[in-house]
């Protein structure tokens, strides 16, 4: 027999054939989990819609990195007046939602004012999936002052197209991700008022009222929405004004991302809770915006600087850990900054954990909280500040650790004891800017965006930005 009939006969053999088969299945999973894996790399392409303006996104949580902003929305907070000369005013024509469609995936969020001009509000939900527990279409009411002791209702009237329950809920004013109060009740085809009581508080009080829907599909006309019993809003002024908070296609309030820096830059990422987000503060008033316009303006010839934002309101260090590993190190940053709050050391799961088992009670809830942070004095956010300095090195970026401490409390000073000696000790660079903000004359009060709102204003968002360029300065860039 020739060697080429041999070689065909072994050619035509049934295991040849198999082991040939499974040989090519196999290169084709691989190539198919590789171009998966290229997939979940690539940039989003959905566009920045210019028409959503109350719409609020907001996946459900998890256990490591809290809640996450729906990608390429906006959201607005509002404050009762206008101290500082500071917000935008708003009209009530911008709040007219009629025919609010929604096609749920994620979960979405509505702000409404108490107005005729709002109601009736006509929503129409609709889902082909039936699995979603966790996803809910809500509106919001704008934050309540609820005086001590006061008896206060919230008068919910409409009707739905078949029975649907919905859950009506009250929140701490700047804590919406844990609602204390909650109270079920059935809309029907019958168009009836619905009456429900506020929970009575032993303190004046600033809540935020709403309503869930839930993900079930149909149609929901809400004809009016009214708080009675009270005065709901301080009257110092006629006007209400607000705060734009724009995501972009990452999910975070900036700019849109390129996911390789352009040439020649050195990118800045800055991972933080709402102190970096910089709450009730305007995009280009924040310390991330500072800190990139006076990089870009010195003469050390290092090269161009793109700091990205990367915080998120009520993230602790442990959540920051894990946006920083899922998020940030993607997109190539040589300088990661961490920015700390006093209330850094208690992680999303144990928050949620005591607010479940002390709910219905704010101020156990507050004391309870405060006692955590005293005892433990922080010492959990060492190992993970370790960890992102490790993470940091393999990613050859430098780790930066600030405290952007604007209030005199005894937590603050404990924040800034247990952690800058410890980043000396191991050559992380760190500081905080206290003295900075006193001799600014920003400090305590003098610092906060408003009397009901205690995170750092435009000013000393610029003291932190100088500061932070200054240590960039001299213990980075040098």
């Known amino acids: 027999m020739s060697v080429s009939n041999e070689r065909s006969n ?11 088969a499974i040989m090519i299945l196999a290169i084709g999973i691989g190539i198919s989990l590789k171009v998966r894996s290229t997939v979940r790399m690539t940039e989003p392409t959905k566009p920045m819609p210019q028409n959503l303006i109350y719409i609020l996104g907001g996946s459900t949580p998890d256990d490591e990195v809290g809640y996450r902003p729906k990608p390429c929305t906006w959201s607005r907070q509002f404050y009762p007046d206008n101290p500082r000369g ?18 749920p995936s994620e979960e979405v969020e509505l702000c409404v004012m108490p107005s005729d001009r709002t109601f009736p ?67 029907s085809s019958e168009r009836k008022e619905h009456v429900i009581d506020f929970p009575k508080s032993k303190f004046d009080a600033r809540i935020i009222a709403g309503i869930d829907l839930g993900a079930e599909s149909g ?10 019993g009270i005065d709901p809003f301080e009257r110092s002024t006629e006007k209400q004004f607000f705060i734009d ?58 090269g161009r600087f793109e700091v990205m934002n990367f915080g998120l309101c009520g993230y602790s260090t442990n959540e920051e850990w894990h946006a920083l590993q899922k998020d940030v190190f993607r997109f190539a940053p040589k300088i990661v900054v961490l920015t ?27 004391k309870e909280y405060s006692r955590i942070v005293k005892e433990e004095e922080f010492r959990n956010c060492i190992p993970i500040i370790e960890k992102m300095n490790s993470a940091c090195n393999e990613h ?83």
């Open 340 to 366: 700390m709050c006093w209330n850094d050391s208690i992680f999303f799961k144990r928050e949620a954990e005591l607010n479940e088992k002390l709910k219905g009670r704010p101020e156990e809830f507050s």
């Open 396 to 478: 050859g970026c430098q780790l930066v650790v600030g405290i952007f401490n604007n209030a005199d409390s005894e937590e603050w000073k404990l924040l800034a004891s247990t952690i800058l000696p410890s980043m000396k000790e191991r050559g992380i660079p760190a500081f905080d800017i206290r003295e900075e903000l006193i001799s600014g004359n920003c400090f305590g009060l003098q610092s906060s965006v408003h009397e009901t709102d205690h995170h750092p204003n435009e000013k000393a968002h610029a003291i932190y930005g100088q500061k932070l360029a200054n240590i960039l300065k001299t213990e980075v860039l040098k």
């Open 121 to 187: 509000l006509k929503i129409k939900v609709t889902s082909n999936q039936s699995n979603l527990p966790d996803w809910k279409a809500a509106l919001r009411h704008l934050p309540i002052t609820v005086p001590a002791g006061a008896s206060a209702q919230l008068v919910l009237k409409g009707f739905a197209n078949s029975p649907r329950k919905v859950h009506v809920l009250f929140w701490p004013e700047g804590d919406w991700n844990h609602p204390y109060f909650s109270h079920e009740v059935l809309f």
């Open 10 to 20: 072994r050619f035509n053999r049934p295991w040849f054939k198999i082991s040939l």
């Open 219 to 228: 149609e929901f006309d809400l004809d009016e929405l009214r708080i009675q």
């Open 86 to 103: 500071f917000f935008h005013e708003a009209s009530l024509e911008e709040r007219l939602f009629i025919d609010w469609k929604i096609q």
């Open 245 to 302: 908070n724009i995501f972009n296609r990452w999910g975070y309030r900036d700019k849109d991302w390129k996911m390789e820096p352009a040439e020649g830059t050195i990118r800045v990422a800055c991972i933080g809770d709402s102190f970096t987000f910089a709450q009730g503060v305007k995009q280009n008033a924040r310390f991330t915006e500072v800190l990139e316009s006076i990089l870009n303006t010195n003469e050390s010839g290092v």
